[in-house]
Nanobody, 125 residues
C-alpha cells in the first residue's frame, strides 16, 4: 500500500520561506507523476505543482510559478516543495499526491491515486 507522509508545515511571516517534504513508501511501482495540491477553507483543492518522477520535469500552477519549486531526491523516496516569497494567500493545507497513469491530467486532483494526510501552512505576521 502506497504511503505518503508530509512534513514541514508551520507558521511563517509574509515574504518568508518554508520547505515541505513528502516521504513515499510502500509502493512496488514508481509513480508517473508526483504532485502538490493545497486547499484553503471554503475553497476547492488547487494544483500547486508536479514533477514527472523519472525524468524530473516540473510544472506549476499560475499562482505559485516563480516562487515555488518542486523537486525529488536522487533516491526517489522523497518529494519536496520549496516555497519562497510566501504570501498570506498561500495559507492552506498542503497535500502530496501520487499518480499512476501516464495518460492523466497532472493538474486535476481527481486524477491522482494516492494522497498524504496534509500539512498546514499559515502565512501571517
Amino acid at each position: 500500500q502506497v504511503q505518503l507522509v508530509e512534513s514541514g508545515g508551520g507558521l511563517v511571516q509574509p515574504g518568508g520561506s518554508l520547505r515541505l517534504s513528502c516521504a513515499v513508501s510502500g509502493h512496488t511501482f514508481s509513480p508517473y507523476v508526483m504532485g502538490w495540491f493545497r486547499q484553503a477553507p471554503g475553497k476547492e483543492r488547487e494544483f500547486v505543482g508536479a514533477i514527472f518522477w523519472d525524468v524530473g520535469n516540473t510544472y506549476y500552477g499560475d499562482s505559485v510559478a516563480g516562487r515555488f519549486t518542486v523537486a525529488r531526491d536522487d533516491a526517489k523516496t522523497t518529494l519536496y516543495l520549496q516555497m519562497d516569497s510566501l504570501k498570506p494567500e498561500d495559507t492552506a493545507v498542503y497535500y502530496c499526491a501520487f499518480q499512476v497513469s501516464d495518460d492523466a491530467d497532472i493538474n486535476i486532483a481527481t486524477e491522482y491515486d494516492y494522497w498524504g494526510q496534509g500539512t498546514q501552512v499559515t502565512v501571517s505576521s
